[in-house]
């Protein structure tokens, strides 16, 4: 029986080249769409190096500071003084990382210009993120402390200032006027990442403005490492009830602050931002309407096209009903063609997106930028193309199997 | 009118002593087409029974009934008013699932456009009523087979609809009626698209069913000759029954 559907399916798809492309092309295109864009969510989402510990940390990103009366609001990352004062000193969490957003600057290699991007960290920073260390290691809590003009590159960054050479650790790199002494040399991290990004990693102490200013509002952020995911709500509730202590700057009468999962933080001060999770579900709400409703694109398309393919096909309908189909039974051959077809569709859709990620991989869009096809994502594909076959298939069966044999047989 | 009822009453009667061997028995049928303006009276009071093994002819100008009552028999329209008993069972109350076994069982149709599926080999196209039955894979080819042979056709097996002539067509929808071995064969004009040669070799076959596997058969045909060489013709005028 499912034989003799896959052969009339397969004639069904060969007859009708074009309504078979258009199908094809609807059902793939939509999930190779939705396969990329979630390799893409994931790689700036997920756990990636060298944020692998993302799982059991809490990212302070921006502060807010409101004045009720005038309606005014200030939103941005944390001066080092407000972190080193209020978040280090923190007891739930296991190491804070602190560190600025990375800032371009040039430096000159043989007369070439030479854009880097240069990180002020703390030690900790270099605990809470797990850097993959090439050559050398990181600069040490003394050295912060000393002051030491000190460095960890990047592997692309050694690569463009210093060449094709085995060693660099002790040698000098300039950047925005100042030698650096070489420490180490990490694997580089892709821009997508924004927290841990950078070409050239120094000591804040070095830092050419004043980090000891009191001010709360900077360019630098933090983030918080649990001993485990079960320690985050310790953490979170410690943080809030510092803040619920902290003034705001002059000007301002509220202060707001969270520490929040890494989307989380980004979140918190845009119109979706609450203070539960920084609104992240209801990210995700928005995002599963938007995927629900692209996806309904591609199902209404075949939903359309199965209903004039059984036009076309009345005269086999009214055959098989009076050689003995019942209803049902047509209805389950119909849908069983349009899983075949839904499933040759998922299985071009999957395809694509693998070989769009290798191209897009390859073609270095995004230095250092691994897409990856995420597993769950894919099985949820999967799940979609039993569920676009089954939608597309249902009602067309349905107005099928309602044909009068007679009907069926004449209209041709 | 008043002879033509006396001549269904006689008919009739002449049935009812062998009461025993009534494979298909109209009562009282009447089809009403309705579109939006007209309605047309399709069929008026038909009755009828046809016997076991019995090879019945319908005649009668175009747009009389024919077809209408043919396809009430095989139960593939319902009559407005009436009842159709097959193998004395009264069909009227069953619902889509037994309506479809039972045709599934029972009947096998011919058709004047033969209805082959252009999608399906010709074996393929043949096996289809087995389809609907619980038999195997090898069962459904094993009996196919042999059906093609019975039309001679077991040359062309792998062959598509569109790649035979009008005859060969033919033969291969005979294959398909017969496959199931049902009881009833029902042909609305199995030859009103061939030419004489062709046609004659149809009714061969059908003959020959009816004479070696008591099949019992009834063809609407618009050829005096072959109405001839069967046991009994009935005539329709209008929706009604004349002869
Ligand atoms: N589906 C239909 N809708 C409306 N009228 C129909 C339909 N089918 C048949 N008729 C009408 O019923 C009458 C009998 O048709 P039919 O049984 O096909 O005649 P025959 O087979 O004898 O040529 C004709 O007048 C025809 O126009
Ligand atoms: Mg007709």
Redesign the interface.
Known sequence: ?L??YF??AI??LK?RKFFTFISLFGISFTLTILIVMTAFVDNITGANYPEVNRERSLYITTLQQKNVKYFSQQNGPASFYYLDHYVRTLKTPAKVAISSLFSPTNTYINNKKLVINLKYTNDAYWDVMEYKFIEGKPYTLQQINNGERIAVISEDTKKNYFGDVPNVVGKYIEADNVQYRVAGVVKSVPATMFVSYADLYVPYTVSKTDYKHKSLMGNYTAILLGNSKEDLPKIKAEYASVVSKIKPDGGFDVFVSGADPYLGSFLRATPLGDSRNGGISKLIFIGSIFVLLFMLLPTLNLININISRIMERS??I????????????LVGQFIVENIILTFFGCIIGIALSFLILQVLNNSNLIANMHLTVNLTVLFFSLVACVVFGLLSGVYPAWRMSRL???TA?KA? | MIPAETSENVLQNSHIINHQNVMISLKNIEKVYRTDTVETLALNNISLNINKGEFLSIMGPSGCGKSTLL?IM?L??APTRGEVSIDKHDTTQLN??K???F???KL??I?Q?Y???N??QVL?NV???L???NSS?KERRQLSIEALEKVGLSNRMKHFPTQLSGGQKQRVAIA?AIV?QPEIILADEPTGNLDSAMGSEIMDILLQLNERDGTTIVMVTHDENMARKTHRLVRLFDGTQVQ
């Open positions: 029986m034989k003799n052969k009339i004639a069904v007859r005269s086999e009214g055959v098989r009903k009076a050689f003995g189909a019942s209803g049902m039974t009068q044999v007679v047989l041709q | 396809n095989g593939l329209d889509d699932k309506l479809a076994a045709r599934n069982r096998g149709f058709f456009s209805h082959l599926i999608d399906l393929d096996e289809l009523p389809l609907y039955r894979a398909r199931g």
